[in-house]
Structure formats: structure tokens, C-alpha cells
């Protein structure tokens, strides 16, 4: 787990709502349980458990340690906190019927890059921006949501289980994982009954399968229902603590845009959307929107780039296809896509900041030294 230390001369522990519940002093030591939505991180100082505003600590990512195993008898629910061998590990939340067991993370895509430059010296820098942008509206690596009728969600991109009797995309990571390094597969899900079963693979399709545990493949609603269990979603969230694993996510999440950027479009004939949409910026909206609403890409994109005055994109700026993505963003918003315009605006702070270019030909996938 993370830690971490008070580096103002004083910091406000809070509660939930935000009222002080006790003072940390510069160079106290926190355990770091969450990262919360509102900049501010849930800490155990002490043994006192609180919030502190994030700007106030210095995470100590060097010193990370993965948490200790766990049986079901280790753990334990006291009221909407669920507890493990080393404390606070999750909290109790509900949506629209379903519910169970939810943490937010910790540790962000440009944390853990940050933090493992080296793993990264192969894959191009331009994919580590697309992803760091993206994500941001997903999740960090050790979320985890067991609320909703997904069952199960972990990582950066919660690939779920499956809603109903259908299959889903944690199958494809744990996939992913096995073939990446069985050993830690089979440390944190194959030795205790978990194995996968995944369909064949479609071109142009994200890779789907159902989880197997104890032999029996999860398909009904009332199997997949035990993933919701504190046991599995702690195993998932501590198997979160992993560099193997958390690299894992990253590998896949980026091998997500293959599935959409070099496939054939049917109008014109002969191109893909790589040979439309070939800035950081670009890719990374379409990314974000192959996520939440898959089926939508490349209608979406084609229907911006039908109805733009210049149809060679060979003849095209920079500003041509930022002119073809404010087309395509607007005809994205105008969909069941959820919170468009926000996630949009999130990726779009990437380029204020510099952190994403949205110049003509700044997406590359081959080469680099790393972020």
C-alpha cells in the first residue's frame, strides 16, 4: 500500500462532509486508502481514519507494498466500511438496485509512469499521453466497483464482468494477464479457482469471455453475483498493487485502439480512421468514446468527416482536423454517450496543459524511448 507524509506546516484532517476532525502536523506518515473525486485523498493517520486535501502529502511511490493475503474470516464489514488484514479497504455503495463493495484507487496512469519510467522504454510516448488522458475519466489502477449490474469492474478501464448472462471485458485483461505472466495470474486469481473462458477473436472487436471459478463458467446472474463478494474484491484490489499487473492494464487499455483505428471504414473505400484522426488529442477522444459507448465508433467520427468541405484528409492541417473533430464531438454529445461534453472537457484540460498535443500527425504508435 501507499504512504505517504504531511508536507505543509499543518494539515486538516476531515470527514467526509469536510469538517475538521483533527490537525497533522509536517512530516506526519499517513496510509493512503483512496484517492476521492474532490482532490483529496482518505488516510488512516494514526489509526485515525479522515481525508486530507492531496496537495498537502508526498506520496511515497518508491515504498509502495503490496497487501497482505486474505481469507474471508479476514475480513469484515462495520457499517459501510469494509476492513481487512491492514485496515480500510473499501467502502459500502448502491446503485439502482445493486450494490456492494467500491474503491476509487489510488495510484494514477501518469503516477505510475512516473514512478516506472523503465517499463516503459519500448511503448511509444504518444500512446502514454493518449492513456494518461483517457483514463482520467475511468479510473486509477486499484479502482473497483462491485455496486452496479456490471458485478464486477476493476482498473482503468473497469472492464466488468458482464452485465445479465453476457460475457465481458475483464475476461479479456485476465487473458491478457495469463499470457503476459502466468505466475502472477495464478499468485493472486488461478490458485484460488479463478481461470477464464474467452471467445474467439472478431477483427474489430474488443475480446470478451466469462470467468471460471471452481470449474463452473460465471454466466448466470446468480454466479457472477459472488465476484461481488468482499474476498473477490479484495483479491482484485490487491492484485491492483502489482507492477505486473498494473502494466498489464496499461497494455491493454492501449491494445483498445487497435481494435478501431486501423479498421476499414466503409465510406471511403481503402481508408481507416487513422488516416482521418492522427493527433494525440484526436485519438484520445475517440479512445474515450470506444470505452463508454463502443458501437457508436467510427459512425460518430464519419459523420463529422462526411459532412466537412475537404474530403482528402491527405490535404489536411492541423486545423482541418480540429475543424472535422469540433464536428464530431458535437455529434458525439448528441448521443446516449454518458457525460459527453465532461469527458470531452477532461481530455481537452491535456492540451491546455501540454500534456496532449491536438497537432496533425503527433499520434504515432511505433518507436520511442519512453514518456
Known sequence: MLTGKIKTATAKLENLKGNA???????????????????????????????????????????????????????RRVGNDYIGPEGWFAVHAKYKGDEGPKNSGVMTVSDFVAANPKKFANVPPSQVRVLKA??????????INAYDNAFLSPGILQWTVGTNTGEGELAGLLDRLKTLDAATFNLYFGQDGLDIEMKPASPGAVRTGFLVLGGKKLVQPSDKNKMRQPLWVYRFWRAAHDNTYRLCQ?????????????????????????????????????????????????????????????????????????????AYLKARAATNMTDSDKRAASIAKSVATGDLSDERGSYGTTGGTGP
Open 250 to 326: 496499461l497494455l491493454h487499455a492501449v491494445g483498445r485502439i487497435d481494435v478501431f483505428y486501423t479498421r476499414p471504414l466503409p465510406k471511403p473505400p481503402g481508408l481507416t480512421l487513422k488516416d482521418f484522426i492522427t493527433s494525440e488529442y484526436g485519438v484520445a477522444l475517440l479512445l474515450d468514446q470506444h470505452v463508454n459507448r463502443p458501437g457508436h465508433v467510427p459512425k460518430t467520427v464519419l459523420t463529422a468527416i462526411n459532412g466537412y468541405k475537404e474530403k482528402d484528409p491527405k490535404t489536411w492541417t492541423s486545423d482541418d482536423e480540429r475543424a472535422v473533430i469540433k
Open 134 to 143: 483517457s483514463s482520467a475519466n475511468e479510473g486509477n489502477l486499484e479502482a
Open 21 to 75: 476532525i483533527g490537525t497533522l502536523k509536517k512530516n506526519d506518515l499517513v496510509k493512503i486508502l483512496e484517492r476521492r473525486p474532490d482532490s483529496r485523498l482518505r488516510v488512516d493517520a494514526a489509526s485515525k481514519q479522515g481525508f486530507v486535501k492531496t496537495a498537502s502529502i508526498d506520496i511515497d511511490f518508491v515504498g509502495e507494498t503490496i497487501p497482505l493475503e486474505a481469507k474471508a474470516s479476514d475480513l
